[in-house]
């Protein structure tokens, strides 16, 4: 049975396995990141995961635009490499609306790479009915383009 939840601090091992499966990031800054958010109850960041047979198998991580109002990035999410494909992403996306819904924000908006190995993500996305909304040419480097995806939440 899979459960979509908030991060809990018992979580930070079974996340690190995560995103050492996927490279998202490296997971010794996992720690530093969500400091925060473990430990101020006022944090707008959301920080949430699929959790199947009592382990973390996913990790999505989410927070306000700084001098916005209602607008939120979707900094980080990915599933473990063994449990791609299967729909898991699709299900993280549904929760992470839901949640920005309830919260009565406006938009989320997603930031990718126009690298060719970034093209399934590109298409997640656009599957998910985010825009193409802008690109800003060599930003992450030389040829790197930032491609920004975003979505009108109600």
Same mark, same amino acid.
């Given at each position: 049975?899979?459960?979509?939840?908030?991060?809990?601090?018992?979580?930070?091992?079974?996340?690190?396995?995560?995103?050492?499966?996927?490279?998202? /990031?490296?997971?010794?800054?996992?720690?530093?990141?969500?400091?925060?958010?473990? $430990?101020?109850?006022?944090?707008?960041?959301?920080? /949430? $995961?699929?959790?199947?047979?009592?382990?973390?198998?996913?990790?999505?991580?989410?927070?306000?635009?700084?001098?916005?109002?209602? $607008?939120?990035?979707?900094?980080?999410? *990915?599933?473990?490499?063994?449990?791609?494909?299967?729909?898991?992403?699709?299900?993280?996306? *549904?929760?992470?609306?839901?949640?920005?819904?309830?919260? *009565?924000?406006?938009?989320?908006?997603?930031?990718?790479?126009?690298?060719?190995?970034?093209?399934?993500?590109?298409?997640?996305?656009?599957?998910?009915?985010?825009?193409?909304?802008?690109?800003?040419?060599?930003?992450?480097?030389?040829?790197?383009?930032?491609?920004? /995806?975003?979505?009108?939440?109600?």
């Amino acid at each position: 049975m899979q459960e979509i939840r908030k991060v809990e601090k018992k979580d930070l091992e079974g996340l690190k396995e995560v995103l050492d499966s996927i490279e998202l /990031f490296p997971s010794e800054l996992l720690e530093d990141m969500i400091s925060d958010y473990l $430990t101020n109850p006022t944090s707008s960041d959301i920080w /949430f $995961t699929t959790v199947a047979d009592g382990r973390p198998v996913s990790i999505g991580f989410c927070a306000p635009e700084k001098l916005t109002d209602g $607008t939120y990035n979707l900094y980080a999410i *990915g599933v473990k490499r063994n449990l791609q494909g299967k729909g898991l992403g699709t299900k993280m996306m *549904g929760y992470l609306e839901d949640q920005l819904k309830q919260q *009565g924000q406006r938009i989320l908006i997603v930031e990718t790479s126009s690298l060719p190995d970034f093209a399934a993500t590109r298409e997640f996305y656009k599957n998910l009915h985010f825009a193409k909304e802008a690109v800003i040419r060599d930003f992450w480097e030389e040829g790197d383009d930032k491609v920004i /995806f975003w979505k009108k939440l109600h």
